[in-house]
């Protein structure tokens, strides 16, 4: 067998700092949505479970099934909020690169 070869490429890509500097708040803009559907999601998970969203689970779900839907909404929660730290970091980074 031999190696992979991979040919040479050198694009040439042009934007300017403004347009570098609304990338990258459109992206902090773009995975701060997702994240909210995401938590859209495990409250309607909930409300499943629970019985308050309609149609609810048929039969009722037991208080096992509740605590395992509630340790799996935390641990989702959990993740939401580490990725909402990250979310501020880099905010933060671009804000004290824009100011002289």
Known sequence: MS??????ITPVISITLGQT??????????????????????????????GTL???LEPPAT?????????SV??????VIKKEILLQFKLENIVDNLLP
């Open 3 to 8: 190696q992979a070869s991979i040919p040479t």
């Open 54 to 56: 309609v149609p609810g």
């Open 21 to 50: 500097t609304s990338l990258l708040l459109a992206s902090i803009a773009l995975e701060e949505l997702a994240l909210a559907h995401i938590l859209n999601a495990e409250a309607e998970k909930l409300q499943f479970v629970l």
């Open 63 to 71: 208080l096992s099934d509740i605590l395992l839907v509630h340790a």
């Open 74 to 79: 935390r641990q989702t929660i959990q993740d």
